[in-house]
């Protein structure tokens, strides 16, 4: 069966410190993997989506970027983190060979993120 | 730009009842709509994917309707336990991989 794990599961970091996620999908191949942020009070918001390796796509201009470096690993990256970036970060990963999968999203337990 | 709603935020119930949770969107070219469960502190669990070709899904308690030209979901679950809490959201799919989602309804089942 297929699993997802996401670290660390809970993260406090000073403004203008840099900032790295983990992503990484077991029992499966070529996923789509997906970004999301929750902000309290807010819908979740999709910030990258990848359906390959060295693909992503941005959803909204912001401090964060991505990177794909192996098929079933999704990292979520700042070089200077900003109060605004807190939040609770949510890996998702989907069936799906092409930029539109019709199929359900499998999300990870996400990472609380906490700036201060 | 699809807007997806979900009413009432918060809903509160004994145990056994028969619920219904309500989810509009306002674009209805969607391709689908999926519920999710969020336990507090938690990611989220998928719990029905409706394909737009698709009226409902069912699995175990849970029922799932689409009516896409009013532009409406319902979730049916039946005889509400207290495992049953937890925030429901609703998210639809268009031409793209964005899921555009719901705010969320926090259920509360009270034993």
């Known amino acids: ?116 | 730009k699809q807007e997806v709603t979900q009413i009432p935020a918060a809903l509160s119930v004994p145990e056994g009842e028969n619920l219904v949770l309500n989810c509009s969107f306002t674009d209805s070219a969607i391709y689908n709509l999926q519920w999710f469960r969020q336990d507090p502190g938690k990611g989220l669990t998928s719990l029905l994917l409706i394909q737009s070709s698709q009226r409902e899904q069912t699995s175990g308690r849970l029922n799932a309707s689409l009516d896409k030209s009013s532009g409406r979901s319902t979730l049916y679950i039946a005889a509400s336990q207290p495992g049953d809490s937890a925030t429901y959201l609703c998210a639809v799919q268009g031409g793209s991989e964005k899921l555009v989602f719901g705010k969320g309804m926090k259920l509360t089942v009270n034993p």
């Open chain 1, 1 to 116: 069966s297929q699993t997802i794990h996401q670290w660390p599961a809970t993260l406090v970091q000073p403004v203008g410190s840099p900032l790295s996620l983990e992503c990484t999908v077991e029992g499966t191949s070529n996923p789509n993997l997906y970004w999301y942020r929750q902000a309290a009070g807010r819908g979740l918001q999709l910030l990258f989506y990848s359906v390959g390796i060295g693909q992503i796509s941005s959803e909204v201009p912001q401090n964060l970027s991505a990177s794909r470096p192996q098929d079933r690993q999704f990292i979520l990256s700042s070089k200077k983190l900003l109060l605004s970036d807190s939040g609770f970060y949510l890996c998702a990963w989907a069936l799906g060979t092409a930029a539109y999968s019709n199929q359900p999203q499998h999300f990870g337990d996400g990472t609380r993120l906490s700036i201060l």
